[in-house]
T-cell receptor, first 115, second 112 residues
Framework: AQKITQTQPGMFVQEKEAVTLDCTYDTSDPSYGLFWYKQPSSGEMIFLIYQGSYDQQNATEGRYSLNFQKARKSANLVISASQLGDSAMYFCAMREGEGAQKLVFGQGTRLTINP | DVKVTQSSRYLVKRTGEKVFLECVQDMDHENMFWYRQDPGLGLRLIYFSYDVKMKEKGDIPEGYSVSREKKERFSLILESASTNQTSMYLC???????????FGPGTRLTVL
């Protein structure tokens, strides 16, 4: 079974609009961490934001926020005021279990920002 | 800022060659990782290391080996490259006290 599901293979958004990228996860472990990474066409994976399973508040980093709905096992990324430079692949990932070394990645969503 | 560097951005090798991919991090991180990324398959973990000379297999270790002789350097070795190892290879590192993995720029390897 897929541990991380990103249901949107591609999204097109107008510049300056907010965008939500969906991510659902599957785990029975009470301790886990959720991540979002951005991968531009250059190839490097850029860390954006992290949410721990025990964190009470939704994580925020500048224009990025993570809409964490634990009961629904959802961890959507919200980008406010999108910019042309936000065009990239976006990956949701999960670390499962305390001290676990492995990250499990979703298939990614290709976001295109239109001027 | 965390800096993870990889020895090559692009590499072209022939079938049967021995290939070394090098990764260096400058943040004194204990943990280092090698992933490969393929269209439709996402990122898959090949090997990781949690200390010098220590290594653990990931999900797809077949055809690969690794070496970690120094804390800052983690090498991925393809003993005899094959065409199905054509892929994007991404190295990452993580400190022992945080969850976040930081990635290098990636190496696009083509095996002819």
């Amino acid at each position: 079974a897929q541990k991380i599901t990103q249901t949107q293979p591609g999204m097109f958004v107008q510049e300056k609009e907010a965008v939500t990228l969906d991510c659902t996860y599957d785990t029975s472990d009470p301790s886990y961490g959720l991540f979002w990474y951005k991968q531009p066409s250059s190839g490097e994976m850029i860390f954006l934001i992290y949410q721990g399973s025990y964190d009470q508040q939704n994580a925020t980093e500048g224009r990025y926020s993570l809409n964490f709905q634990k009961a629904r096992k959802s961890a959507n990324l919200v980008i406010s005021a999108s910019q042309l430079g936000d065009s990239a692949m976006y990956f949701c990932a999960m670390r499962e279990g305390e001290g676990a070394q492995k990250l499990v990645f979703g298939q990614g969503t290709r976001l295109t920002i239109n001027p | 800022d965390v800096k993870v560097t990889q020895s090559s951005r692009y590499l072209v090798k022939r079938t049967g060659e021995k290939v070394f991919l090098e990764c260096v991090q400058d943040m004194d991180h204990e943990n280092m990782f090698w992933y490969r990324q393929d269209p439709g398959l996402g990122l898959r973990l090949i090997y990781f290391s949690y200390d010098v000379k220590m290594k653990e297999k990931g999900d797809i270790p077949e055809g690969y080996s690794v070496s970690r002789e120094k804390k800052e350097r983690f090498s991925l070795i393809l003993e005899s490259a094959s065409t199905n190892q054509t892929s994007m290879y991404l190295c990452a590192s993580r400190s022992g006290s945080t969850d976040t993995q930081y990635f290098g720029p990636g190496t696009r390897l083509t095996v002819l």
